[in-house]
C-alpha cells in the first residue's frame, strides 16, 4: 500500500486479497482507501462517517499498479521443501516398481494361460501379440 494525503492506494488483487483488513483500517483509521485498475481509480473503501459528506473530484489517471513480486523463500523452507518432494520421488518410485512387478507376474500368468489354451504356432494373431508380449515377459 502506498500512503498519498490520507488516502491508501492498491490494485484491484491486492484489495481482493485483503478487503476485511481494508474496512477495518478505514474504520479505525478514519482514512480511505483508493482501489486502482489500469491505471484509473474506480472504487473507494471510506469509513462511514465520510461517506455522508460532500464527494471530492474524482482523482486523474496515474500509471497501473505493478504487482509486489513475491519474497524469495528462506533457504531453510526450501532445502525442506526439496528434502520432502525427494521423499517423495522415491516413494512413489518404490510403489511404481512394486506395482509394476505385480502387473508383469499377472501378463505372465495370463500368457501361460493363454499358451495352454492356444499354444505357439496355431493362432497368427495371438502369435503376434505373443512376439509384441516378449520383451515385458523377459522372454527372447
Not at 460532500?54 to 525442506?80: C, E, L, T
Not at 499377472?106 to 505373443?130: F, H, I, K, N, Y
Amino acid at each position: 500500500m502506498t500512503k498519498t494525503l490520507h488516502t491508501f492506494e492498491v490494485s484491484l488483487a491486492e484489495a481482493r486479497t485483503r478487503f476485511p483488513q481494508l474496512v477495518s483500517f478505514a474504520e479505525l483509521s478514519g482514512q480511505t482507501t483508493l482501489i486502482w485498475r489500469d491505471g484509473r481509480a474506480i472504487a473507494a473503501i471510506v469509513p462511514a462517517r465520510q461517506a455522508q459528506a460532500p464527494q471530492a473530484p474524482a482523482p486523474a489517471p496515474r500509471a497501473p499498479v505493478q504487482p509486489s513480486p513475491a519474497p524469495a523463500p528462506p533457504a531453510a523452507a526450501a532445502a525442506g521443501w526439496e528434502k520432502r518432494l525427494t521423499q517423495l520421488r522415491d516413494q512413489l518410485h518404490a510403489r511404481h516398481r512394486a506395482e509394476m512387478h505385480d502387473v508383469l507376474a499377472a501378463l505372465g500368468q495370463a500368457w501361460e494361460e493363454l499358451s495352454r489354451l492356444s499354444p505357439p504356432g496355431t493362432d497368427r494373431s495371438v502369435d503376434r501379440l505373443r512376439a509384441a508380449h516378449q520383451h515385458l515377459l523377459g522372454r527372447s
